[in-house]
């Protein structure tokens, strides 16, 4: 009966948190830090440290599996996966209401002018999201190096497919520098491939179910969902690095949305509690704007399954046995690559968004300008974007 009980005041908490948290992984860390451990004593404070540092190096959205991985600590799998519900609802429920405006006014031939602000905004928000993650991970020239081969060949190839193969090899490269690490004592590793069976076996079946639904349709929802769990069980780096890889996959390749669109989106996901993926829901309810209100609500959800399932598979299977792979050199040196090609997808992206904006002064001073207010200012973002949208309704 205590358990239950527990169970019940951590899942409130959760999401308190989910509709409160803004401002990406580092502020919610801190908010993680302040309610479930320091006020409820869930965990320990170097608990949390190494669950968000092991969730870093997976791919998936970071905030989400570190409190995912919390849930699963207190009360296994399934108050882990109640966890995973309650966090990510509110925001993607949110964004999939925010595509079904959007459709509908244009169903209408009303103008979303009233974004027009928001959108170089949105560029302004890559921006930083690409200074802050430089400041955090470039530290040798090797890493700046492989950010400006990622930034370039993302940038000019511009296909979805290149994306993992940039990781990869940028991964390999510094793998070679595992002497740079320190030496320590290593214990036999114990594994359970159980949820990386269910991962892996998930990515197959998605993937053959997209091939062989291509020229359907009314199938729409499956590729969708393989779309999105392909990109969740690649994306290194959270929210931010994610749009390099829906921009080029959804409006370059597929032309699913407009740029105008997705930046609308996303600055208006910088405005939300939560997590950052759940701009996802958004992309997948416009995705299936043919299909009706039904078919929005379906590509949203087909949408958010597919990108937050991955990482939550992962983070239990290794969440089992992190403490002995942490202590491999090899493992760790391969991050500064994989980081490092992280933050040039991140810069690629900005550029990539801003070439399709009016080509005026006027959109340069604000994407500068955001940048600027965000790199020099404590102003939250969700003031900056309340401050675009109000200016496109009166001006």
């Not at 190096?57 to 296994?76: E, N, R, Y």
């Not at 990869?168 to 690490?181: E, L, M, P, R, W």
Request: with cysteine; net charge positive.
């Amino acid at each position: 009966m205590f358990k239950r009980v527990r169970y019940y005041i951590f899942l409130r908490d959760v999401f308190i948190l989910s509709i409160s948290a803004f401002g990406g992984p580092q502020a919610h860390f801190a908010m993680f830090l302040d309610l479930l451990v320091k006020k409820r004593g869930y965990l320990s404070e170097e608990d949390l440290i190494e669950l968000t540092a092991l969730c870093q190096i997976l791919p998936g959205p970071t905030s989400t599996q570190t409190i995912t991985a919390v849930g699963f600590k207190i009360g296994g799998p399934n108050l882990a996966y109640l966890t995973l519900l309650i966090w990510m609802l509110p925001a993607v429920s949110i964004m999939t209401t925010a595509a079904v405006i959007i459709s509908n006014l244009q169903e209408k031939d009303m103008s979303i002018g009233f974004t027009k602000y928001i959108q170089p905004m949105a560029v302004g928000f890559v921006g930083y999201a690409a200074l802050r993650i430089a400041q955090k991970v470039i530290k040798s020239k090797t890493a700046v190096a492989i950010m400006l081969m990622a930034a370039t060949g993302s940038f000019l190839l511009r296909s979805p497919y290149v994306f993992p193969l940039l990781l990869i090899v940028s991964g390999g490269i510094t793998a070679f520098k595992y002497k740079t690490q320190p030496i320590e004592e290593k214990d036999r590793i114990r594994i359970q491939w159980a949820n990386f069976v269910l991962w892996s076996s998930v990515f197959i079946g998605a993937a053959l179910i997209g091939a062989f639904t291509r020229n359907e349709p009314s199938l729409l929802p499956f590729r969708l969902f393989e779309n999105f769990y392909r990109s969740g069980s690649l994306i290194f780096g959270g929210g931010q690095v994610l749009i390099p890889f829906l921009y080029t996959e959804f409006v370059q390749f597929k032309h699913y949305l407009s740029s105008e669109e997705f930046l609308s989106g996303y600055a208006l996901m910088q405005s939300l509690p939560g997590p950052v993926f759940s701009f996802c829901a958004y992309i997948g309810s416009l995705s299936m704007r043919n299909f009706g209100i039904g078919g929005e609500i379906v590509g949203a959800f087909a949408a958010a399954i597919g990108i937050f399932l991955p990482g939550t598979f992962l983070i239990f299977f290794v969440i089992r046995f992190w403490e002995q792979l942490k202590k491999y050199r090899i493992i760790k040196a391969s991050l500064e690559g994989i980081n490092a090609a992280s933050t040039g997808m991140v810069i690629a992206a900005a550029l990539l968004m801003f070439i399709p904006l009016e080509n005026n002064i006027q959109n340069l001073l604000i994407v500068l300008g955001t940048f600027g207010t965000l790199t020099f200012t404590k102003i939250p973002a969700p003031f900056i974007i309340i401050a675009g949208l109000v200016a496109g309704f009166v001006l």
